[in-house]
C-alpha cells in the first residue's frame, strides 16, 4: 500500500527521516518546513516552503493537496532555551494553532486516511514528576500543561467526524543526521569535543550522576511511521511508545564517543554544554579553519538541542533523577518489532556528520589528507615537468 504523503516539519530530525523512509519505499512525498530541508536535497520529494503559524499560507498551500492521503505530523514550536517553555501557555497555544491551520484546509480536501502525530515521554510526566516504571500507553492521562494533550483532544474530535484514523507515538531521546534542530544531541556532544581536542585536552564527561536512559534511532521512528501508515486495519488513535529495544547509559557510551574523534576521555567535569561551548565559540572556530569544516554559525548548528543536552546528562543534579522507562511490548505485540543497537546507532550519526564536514574527523585523519593533498600536488607537478622536458 503506498500513496502521498504530506510530511510537516520536513527539516526536523523525525520529519526528513520520514521523508526518506516513504520516498524509498514508493510513495509521494510533500515535505512541508520553513526552510529547504537539506538532506532532501536529490531525494524524489516535493518540497512546499510553509509556515504553519500562518492560516492563510495553510490555506492556499492546501489547495494543492488534493491527492494527500496520509500526513506525518512531525512539526514542533520550541521557545529559546527549549525546556523552561515546555508548560509555557505560548508554546501550548502556538503547537495548537499550528496543527489546526494544516488540519482544517487538508480533511476539507476529503482524501485524507490517516494521520501521525509525534509526542514523548512528557505524556507521562518527564521531567516534571516521577514516571510510572515502565509507562505504559494504558496508563492514565498525567494531567499537566502540555501541547500534547490539546493536539491529541482535537485529532480525536476530527477523525470520527471526517473519516481519517490517526495514531500517535513516544518515541523516546531521538538521534540522527539533523544539525539546527530543538533536540538533537549529536552536533552537541560534537562541537564539545572539537572544542577539546583544539584546547589540547581530554574528552572528560561533563555529566551528572549516572542516569540510564533509552533512545530511538531516526531510522526506526520512520519506519514505524511508514508501518501505521501502510496498515490500515490499525485501530484508530491508538498509542504507540517507541525505543530501540535496550537501555544504555551516557557515561558507558563516553568511550564510544570518544572513540570516534580519536581522544582518550578524561577525568570527570561537571559543566553546562548550554554554556560551555557558546563561551568557547572562539575554540569553535578555529576547530573549522583547522579541519575545514563547513562555516555553519554555532547557533544554526546547535538549535537548542545544548539545553537538551544539560538534561539528557543530569547537569546539576546531586543524585540519579528518576528513571525514564516506557514499555515497547504493545507496538511489537502489534506487529512492528525493528529494534537498534544504540551504541551503533550513535557512532553511524556522529561519522555522518563528520563525513558531511559539518563535525571534525580526528585531527590525525586531517594532517593525514592534507599530506595525501600535499604529494599528489606534488606528484602532479613532477609530471607537468617532466612532460615539459
Given at each position: 500500500?503506498?500513496?502521498?504523503?504530506?510530511?510537516?516539519?520536513?527539516?526536523?530530525?523525525?520529519?526528513?527521516?520520514?521523508?526518506?523512509?516513504?520516498?524509498?519505499?514508493?510513495?509521494?512525498?510533500?515535505?512541508?518546513?520553513?526552510?529547504?530541508?537539506?538532506?532532501?536535497?536529490?531525494?524524489?520529494?516535493?518540497h512546499v516552503p510553509l509556515d504553519l503559524?500562518?492560516?492563510?499560507?495553510?490555506?492556499?498551500?492546501?489547495?494543492?493537496?488534493?491527492?494527500?492521503?496520509?500526513?506525518?505530523?512531525?512539526?514542533?514550536?520550541?521557545?529559546?532555551?527549549?525546556?523552561?517553555?515546555?508548560?509555557?501557555?505560548?508554546?501550548?497555544?502556538?503547537?495548537?494553532?499550528?496543527?489546526?491551520?494544516?488540519?482544517?484546509?487538508?480533511?476539507?480536501?476529503?482524501?485524507?486516511?490517516?494521520?501521525?502525530?509525534?509526542?514523548?515521554?512528557?505524556?507521562?510526566?518527564?521531567?516534571?514528576?516521577?514516571?510510572?516504571?515502565?509507562?505504559?500507553?494504558?496508563?492514565?492521562?498525567?494531567?499537566?500543561?502540555?501541547?500534547?494533550?490539546?493536539?491529541?483532544?482535537?485529532?480525536?474530535?476530527?477523525?470520527?467526524?471526517?473519516?481519517?484514523?490517526?495514531?500517535?507515538?513516544?518515541?523516546?531521546?531521538?538521534?540522527?543526521?539533523?544539525?539546527?534542530?530543538?533536540?538533537?544531541?549529536?552536533?552537541?556532544?560534537?562541537?564539545?569535543?572539537?572544542?577539546?581536542?583544539?584546547?589540547?585536552?581530554?574528552?572528560?564527561?561533563?555529566?551528572?550522576?549516572?542516569?540510564?536512559?533509552?533512545?530511538?534511532?531516526?531510522?526506526?521512528?520512520?519506519?514505524?511511521?511508514?508501518?501505521?501508515?501502510?496498515?490500515?486495519?490499525?485501530?484508530?488513535?491508538?498509542?504507540?511508545?517507541?525505543?530501540?529495544?535496550?537501555?544504555?547509559?551516557?557515561?558507558?557510551?563516553?568511550?564510544?564517543?570518544?572513540e570516534v574523534f580519536e581522544m582518550e576521555?578524561?577525568?570527570?567535569?561537571?559543566?553546562?554544554?548550554?554554556?560551555?561551548?557558546?563561551?568557547?565559540?572562539?575554540?569553535?572556530?578555529?576547530?573549522?579553519?583547522?579541519?575545514?569544516?563547513?562555516?555553519?554559525?554555532?547557533?544554526?548548528?546547535?538549535?537548542?538541542?545544548?539545553?537538551?543536552?544539560?538534561?539528557?546528562?543530569?547537569?546539576?543534579?546531586?543524585?540519579?533523577?528518576?528513571?525514564?522507562?516506557?514499555?515497547?511490548?504493545?507496538?511489537?505485540?502489534?506487529?512492528?518489532?525493528?529494534?537498534?543497537?544504540?551504541?551503533?546507532?550513535?557512532?553511524?550519526?556522529?561519522?555522518?556528520?563528520?563525513?558531511?564536514?559539518?563535525?571534525?574527523?580526528?585531527?590525525?585523519?586531517?594532517?593525514?589528507?592534507?599530506?595525501?593533498?600535499?604529494?599528489?600536488?606534488?606528484?602532479?607537478?613532477?609530471?607537468?615537468?617532466?612532460?615539459?622536458?
Amino acid at each position: 500500500m503506498t500513496g502521498t504523503v504530506l510530511i510537516a516539519g520536513a527539516s526536523g530530525l523525525i520529519g526528513t527521516a520520514a521523508a526518506i523512509e516513504f520516498s524509498e519505499r514508493g510513495w509521494r512525498v510533500i515535505a512541508l518546513s520553513r526552510r529547504p530541508p537539506e538532506l532532501l536535497e536529490g531525494r524524489a520529494v516535493e518540497h512546499v516552503p510553509l509556515d504553519l503559524t500562518d492560516r492563510d499560507a495553510c490555506a492556499r498551500a492546501a489547495a494543492g493537496f488534493g491527492e494527500v492521503t496520509h500526513l506525518v505530523y512531525a512539526a514542533v514550536h520550541e521557545l529559546p532555551g527549549l525546556i523552561a517553555g515546555w508548560s509555557a501557555p505560548e508554546q501550548i497555544e502556538t503547537n495548537d494553532r499550528m496543527l489546526r491551520n494544516l488540519m482544517a484546509p487538508l480533511v476539507a480536501r476529503g482524501n485524507l486516511r490517516h494521520v501521525s502525530l509525534l509526542q514523548g515521554t512528557k505524556a507521562y510526566g518527564a521531567p516534571f514528576r516521577r514516571m510510572r516504571v515502565p509507562a505504559r500507553e494504558s496508563q492514565p492521562r498525567v494531567e499537566h500543561p502540555n501541547f500534547y494533550w490539546v493536539q491529541q483532544d482535537y485529532l480525536a474530535e476530527l477523525a470520527p467526524r471526517h473519516g481519517f484514523s490517526y495514531t500517535i507515538f513516544r518515541p523516546q531521546l531521538v538521534v540522527g543526521p539533523n544539525h539546527g534542530v530543538v533536540m538533537n544531541l549529536l552536533p552537541v556532544l560534537g562541537v564539545y569535543a572539537a572544542i577539546r581536542e583544539t584546547l589540547g585536552q581530554p574528552l572528560a564527561f561533563p555529566g551528572g550522576p549516572e542516569w540510564v536512559w533509552e533512545a530511538a534511532d531516526v531510522r526506526l521512528v520512520a519506519a514505524a511511521l511508514r508501518w501505521a501508515a501502510e496498515h490500515p486495519a490499525l485501530p484508530s488513535g491508538e498509542i504507540f511508545n517507541l525505543t530501540n529495544g535496550e537501555v544504555f547509559s551516557f557515561r558507558d557510551m563516553w568511550p564510544a564517543i570518544a572513540e570516534v574523534f580519536e581522544m582518550e576521555v578524561g577525568p570527570d567535569e561537571p559543566l553546562s554544554l548550554a554554556e560551555y561551548i557558546p563561551a568557547h565559540e572562539a575554540v569553535w572556530r578555529l576547530a573549522i579553519l583547522r579541519h575545514g569544516l563547513r562555516e555553519i554559525p554555532l547557533n544554526a548548528l546547535l538549535g537548542e538541542s545544548h539545553f537538551y543536552a544539560d538534561m539528557c546528562l543530569a547537569h546539576g543534579a546531586t543524585e540519579a533523577p528518576p528513571p525514564v522507562y516506557v514499555s515497547t511490548v504493545k507496538i511489537r505485540k502489534a506487529g512492528f518489532d525493528l529494534c537498534w543497537n544504540t551504541e551503533e546507532s550513535f557512532v553511524h550519526w556522529l561519522r555522518d556528520l563528520q563525513q558531511r564536514r559539518i563535525l571534525p574527523r580526528s585531527w590525525r585523519e586531517v594532517q593525514k589528507a592534507t599530506m595525501e593533498r600535499v604529494h599528489w600536488v606534488f606528484n602532479e607537478s613532477e609530471q607537468r615537468r617532466c612532460n615539459l622536458d
